[in-house]
């Protein structure tokens, strides 16, 4: 294309974005009018306003957030029709609703991401703008179908992948590729296994996936909502703003730590416990630490009735249990049958008794009634009744699972490992949730608790409503008219508490985080690989449909207790109905840094494909020994060094190296500079030493060094060695 001609056409493009952003922003005046207008109305129910509120709101942000880089692309057909694709669709409302703009996520916007010049979809060219904000500053064409015309058809990719990161992950509507656009767009409803090296786009391609099926399932979707698991509160930080910057709520984002509502848990365990606790193994544990729960009395413990004193043995308590067990409830449901059992049999030892000598065969109706009548006693007899309770305990997860650890004796009746036991039994580690969440399920409702429960936060909601009206009257002068009508419309705190429970305000991800048992519409599961046998059945649970998008990389496992292979892990929830796709590019580490870590993949996992980097950097990734004394000096100089550059940095490096993280803490994440402290330590430091170093050495999107004390281990000698002195070795490479 001339020159002559590139201005001109870009002329037109400016044109046109101009006018789809006039679009939007008339759109986006008119939500926000009606989202005033629900905040102002008075005259229906409060709940009705509620759910207006939200529904504006949602508009208006969703339209705010797709301000930058609306339109990202065009498409021309070989038909000669033309389409803009971008992020939300807008139509011509004067022109039978003509498209303008393309939703990049609806179906024929699909040829935007894979057409390509061996396959062009009956397309012509692809147009790529490269934006600032609202302006359209550049653009680049690929014309399929005429060899030579191919004009800088990655630009925009390289681009993205070579900008400096900020802070959190970025969305890439923009540049999907078309492996990414096969996964994103996957009819497949159920298990969808993704696999791929670091950097290869797995946490942006399920993200992706999730905005694509709230679009192509909305009303799903929204009802039930998504949930999204990654490995860390900083990483869930990392990636939380892809999904809103796509203009997505209705996702709740956890760590398997955060599975049980009310539970926000990130210790670990040693590894060797991990793994026991792990595995499918420890149900059986369970199930025999809740039987020990149920007791016969070691002494017979007497029952002074009016007429006469019965003894609970063991007997009778061991029947009682016989036919409680018998009925496969859970533990605390099954308490009520125990306790009718125990009076049952007690009152028959009591009638007997009773009515001994006075009472003949004949005497039927008389011993009814002595019978109800002794049943009666027992039932409202207080010692009694805690004795049973003693025997039959009502249970939580917390209550039966802290004392189990904190007892040998326990540990060996349920067959457990004895290195189970720890002094401080309710220090919950991430491998604790998913026994708590099974012995939810085993233990099942105690009702009298729950009432308790209820009544307790009934209790705490008029508290709250009491206080929300004394606010009303405080402010009652400086109250607007709207907010007035509000206020005296709540007359009574009870009320207003009714109200509360009635009519949940909440929003979706709010409220699915507290219910245990909410079930979601899909699920995300990243870095899935960590996740052990019984963290994936509490995930199951929350997913009856199975719908699951999961996303990992077997070579990057690091938790003893993770996944070896995907068919075992699934196999127990869907047998083989699972589909698996493979992702080979690596979009964020450059050539140079990955074939270092290629040779140490090569050693720990001889199987594992290196993934291909979709660039090179120039720059080469370095190593440098340092003597004990000057490791923290050279650590400082890489700060500083990288203080002075745009985008951003870490020190990667085991326990005890001031202002370093663990490579653990470094999963999923990445920087543009990574600073990896002794590599030797890294590796032999538990037996997924190497998988661990694999992870820190590919988090940098630029420039890697890597400061040793001992030898540089044989698997990184691809290095270039930088000689002392520090500065003049380190600032060489970078
Ligand atoms: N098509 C694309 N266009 C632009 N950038 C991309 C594309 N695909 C991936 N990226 C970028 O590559 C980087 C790595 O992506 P991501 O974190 O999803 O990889 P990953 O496979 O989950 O990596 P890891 O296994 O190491 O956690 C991110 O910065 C992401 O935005």
Redesign the pocket.
């Known amino acids: 294309m001339s020159n002559q001609g590139y201005d001109e056409e870009l002329r037109s493009e400016r044109a046109y974005t101009a006018e789809l952003y006039a679009r939007l922003d008339r759109e986006r005046e008119q939500a926000a009018r009606r989202f005033r207008a629900a905040l102002g109305e008075t005259g229906i129910a409060l709940v009705e306003r509620d759910a207006d509120v939200r529904v504006r709101a949602r508009e208006t942000a969703r339209l705010n957030v797709v301000d930058n880089g609306l339109c990202f692309g065009r498409l021309d057909a070989l038909s000669g029709e033309r389409s803009y694709i971008g992020r939300i669709g807008i139509f011509d409302s004067e022109n039978d609703y003509e498209p303008l703009l393309l939703d990049w996520r609806a179906p024929a916007s699909r040829a935007f991401y894979v057409a390509t010049a061996a396959t062009p979809e009956d397309m012509r060219r692809r147009r790529q703008f490269h934006t600032m904000g609202r302006r359209v500053v550049d653009f680049t064409d690929e014309v399929f179908g005429r060899p030579g015309d191919q004009e800088r058809g990655d630009a925009a990719?390289l681009a993205?992948?070579n900008a400096p990161?900020g802070a959190g992950?970025?969305d890439?509507v923009a540049?999907?590729?078309a492996e990414?656009d096969e996964i994103i767009r996957l009819g497949h409803a159920g298990v969808l296994v993704v696999e791929?090296?670091?950097?290869?786009?797995?946490?942006?391609?399920a993200l992706h996936r999730v905005a694509y099926l709230l679009y192509t399932q909305r009303e799903r979707m929204s009802r039930s909502g998504v949930l999204v698991v990654g490995p860390s509160p900083v990483f869930l930080d990392h990636i939380g703003r892809v999904l809103p910057s796509l203009g997505e709520s209705d996702v709740v984002f956890t760590t398997t730590g955060g599975l049980v509502p009310g539970l926000r848990v990130t210790a670990e365990d040693a590894p060797g416990i991990a793994e026991l606790k792990g595995s499918l193994k420890i149900l059986d544990v369970l199930a025999a630490a809740v039987a020990d729960r149920q007791k016969v009395p070691d002494e017979p413990v007497p029952v002074e009735l009016a007429d006469v004193t019965v003894a609970l043995d063991a007997d009778v308590a061991d029947e009682a249990r016989l036919e409680a067990r018998r009925t496969e409830l859970p533990h605390n449901e099954a308490r009520q049958v125990f306790r009718e059992v125990a009076v049952r049999l007690l009152a028959e030892r009591a009638v007997a008794v009773i009515g001994q000598g006075w009472l003949s065969r004949e005497d039927q109706g008389a011993w009814a009634n002595l019978r109800a009548d002794v049943r009666e006693e027992l039932a409202e007899h207080e010692e009694l009744a805690a004795a049973l309770d003693a025997l039959w305990p009502s249970l939580t997860p917390e209550t039966l699972l802290a004392p189990l650890y904190m007892s040998p004796r326990r540990l060996e009746a349920a067959g457990a490992d004895p290195s189970l036991f720890r002094v401080d039994g309710g220090a919950w580690t991430v491998s604790d949730v998913p026994l708590l969440d099974e012995l939810a399920d085993l233990l099942g409702r105690d009702d009298a608790a729950e009432r308790a429960a209820a009544k307790q936060q009934a209790e705490e909601d008029e508290e709250y409503a009491g206080g929300v009206m004394d606010l009303l009257k405080l402010d009652r002068e400086e109250l607007d008219e709207d907010v007035q009508l509000v206020a005296t419309d709540l007359l009574y705190a009870q009320d207003l508490a009714g109200r509360f429970a009635e009519r949940d305000t909440r929003d979706l991800a709010e409220r699915a985080v507290e219910d245990r048992d909410w079930t979601y519409g899909h699920v995300v599961v990243?870095?899935a690989q960590e996740l052990s046998e019984m963290d994936w059945r509490v995930l199951m649970r929350r997913c009856p449909s199975r719908s699951f998008t999961i996303?990992g990389?077997l070579a990057?496992r690091r938790s003893a207790a993770g996944a070896k292979a995907w068919a075992p892990v699934l196999a127990p929830y869907v047998r083989d109905r699972w589909q698996y796709r493979e992702?080979t590019v690596n979009?964020?580490t450059p050539a140079e840094i990955m074939t270092v870590a290629g040779a140490l993949l090569a050693e720990f996992a001889p199987d594992a494909r290196v993934p291909e980097s979709v660039r090179a950097c120039g720059i080469r990734p370095w190593s440098r020994q340092v003597a004990d004394g000057d490791l923290q000096a050279a650590i400082d100089e890489f700060a500083q060094d990288e203080a002075d550059r745009e985008g951003t940095s870490v020190v990667i490096g085991p326990e005890g190296v001031p202002g370093a993280i663990p490579p653990s803490a470094a999963?999923?994440l990445?920087f543009d500079a990574v600073l990896v402290v002794e590599p030797e330590r890294i590796l032999a430091e538990g037996p997924r030493g190497a998988a661990e170093l694999y992870v820190a050495l590919?988090r940098a999107?630029q420039r890697l060094g890597v400061l040793h004390r001992e030898a540089l281990p044989q698997a990184l000698s691809g290095l270039a060695e930088a000689g002392l002195p520090v500065s003049a070795g380190h600032r060489r490479f970078l």
């Open positions: 990719l993205a992948v990161r992950m970025r890439i540049t999907i590729q990414q791929g090296g670091p950097g290869t786009g797995k946490t942006a391609v990243d870095e996303v990389d990057q992702l979009y964020r999963k999923g990445e590919t999107t």
